[in-house]
């Protein structure tokens, strides 16, 4: 099947014939790979993701209209690596948000002077933190910026937003235990 052009082997794929499906695989796997690890930055995430795009094709084969093959490969792992980066973004969003929950249900008001005293708990735990985590927690917290945003206003990549987050989510939680209930 390598002398086969790709418009012969997505010919050779809506017959569904196997060695059409495995050869396309064997041209285009490290291709799909190496978008899909520049996205991510996680190898096995990557692995994942081509293998998602691989079986979508096989099972759709008699659904999809493929003309040009290498860019309909292209967009197809460029739109499932968009859905992995947003369904992490959402599940880190879920994981603060129970993080935050947990905090906020481990505070009894008996526990709790008043609001300003937490506030001001709040703001010593902040200034021990590293500058750059600091200043994105507070945009993404206080300022309610996205990710996105807070990544292009201080020059930083995403990941790297993600990671000052979750960094200072922990700190926070773990210096502010004395505020926690022991229920």
């Given at each position: 099947?390598?002398?086969?052009?790709?418009?012969?082997?997505?010919?050779?794929?809506?017959?569904?014939?196997?060695?059409?499906?495995?050869?396309?695989?064997?041209?285009?796997?490290?291709?799909?790979?190496?978008?899909?690890?520049?996205?991510?930055?996680?190898?096995?995430?990557?692995?994942?993701?081509?293998?998602?795009?691989?079986?979508?094709?096989?099972?759709?084969?008699?659904?999809?209209?493929?003309?040009?093959?290498?860019?309909?490969?292209?967009?197809?792992?460029?739109?499932?690596?968009?859905?992995?980066?947003?369904?992490?973004?959402?599940?880190?969003?879920?994981?603060?948000?129970?993080?935050f929950q947990e905090?906020?249900?481990?505070?009894?008001?008996?526990?709790?002077?008043?609001?300003?005293?937490?506030?001001?708990?709040v703001d010593k735990?902040?200034?021990?933190?590293?500058?750059?985590?600091?200043?994105?927690?507070?945009?993404?917290?206080?300022?309610?910026?996205?990710?996105?945003?807070?990544?292009?206003?201080?020059?930083?990549?995403?990941?790297?937003?993600?990671?000052?987050?979750?960094?200072?989510?922990?700190?926070?939680?773990?210096?502010?235990?004395?505020?926690?209930s022991n229920n």
């Open positions: 099947m390598k002398q086969w052009d790709d418009e012969r082997l997505v010919e050779f794929l809506r017959e569904g014939k196997i060695p059409a499906f495995e050869e396309i695989y064997r041209r285009y796997w490290y291709k799909l790979y190496g978008i899909a690890y520049h996205q991510t930055g996680v190898r096995e995430e990557a692995e994942e993701l081509v293998q998602e795009v691989f079986l979508t094709i096989w099972n759709r084969r008699n659904e999809v209209v493929i003309r040009h093959l290498d860019l309909y490969l292209t967009i197809a792992i460029k739109n499932q690596v968009y859905d992995y980066i947003k369904s992490q973004v959402n599940y880190r969003k879920y994981q603060e948000y129970l993080i905090i906020h249900q481990n505070y009894a008001t008996d526990e709790i002077v008043n609001y300003v005293e937490l506030a001001e708990a735990v902040l200034n021990l933190l590293p500058e750059k985590s600091a200043e994105v927690f507070k945009r993404s917290r206080f300022e309610n910026q996205s990710v996105k945003e807070i990544a292009h206003g201080l020059n930083l990549s995403e990941k790297a937003v993600e990671y000052h987050i979750t960094k200072s989510l922990k700190f926070l939680k773990e210096n502010l235990k004395s505020y926690q």
